[in-house]
Nanobody, 115 residues
């Protein structure tokens, strides 16, 4: 079992920045990748990006060059640094931990980009 808790969401103006955190606990040795997803009101959940245990990252085209995913192994925490935020980035952001045979999800944190 893996437990995940997201934090760092809030209200930010267009052009601003936020850093989301995803703290993991439990059987973290079994995690081979972590992903960040988001779900806007009335829309399907979409992948924002992911990071492998080796540190390789990939991003959705809509966030490339603005968002950065990283991990701090010592803190068992993954991060999503979001810069140059746009109103269309408004969503609930979720992290997931991928293990063989199971994905684990956090409960999400709301990001609102508005003036």
């Amino acid at each position: 079992q893996v437990q995940l808790v997201e934090s760092g969401g809030g209200l930010v103006q267009p052009g601003g920045s936020l850093r989301l955190s995803c703290a993991t606990s439990g059987s973290i040795f079994s995690i081979f990748a972590m992903g960040w997803y988001r779900q806007a009101l009335g829309k399907q959940r979409e992948l924002v990006g992911a990071i492998t245990s080796g540190g390789r990252t990939n991003y959705a085209d809509s966030v490339k060059g603005r968002f950065t995913i990283s991990r701090d192994r010592a803190k068992n925490t993954a991060y999503l640094q979001m810069n140059s935020l746009k109103p269309e980035d408004t969503a609930v952001y979720y992290c997931d931990a991928r293990t063989i045979g199971m994905d684990y999800w956090g409960k999400g944190t709301l990001v609102t980009v508005s003036s």
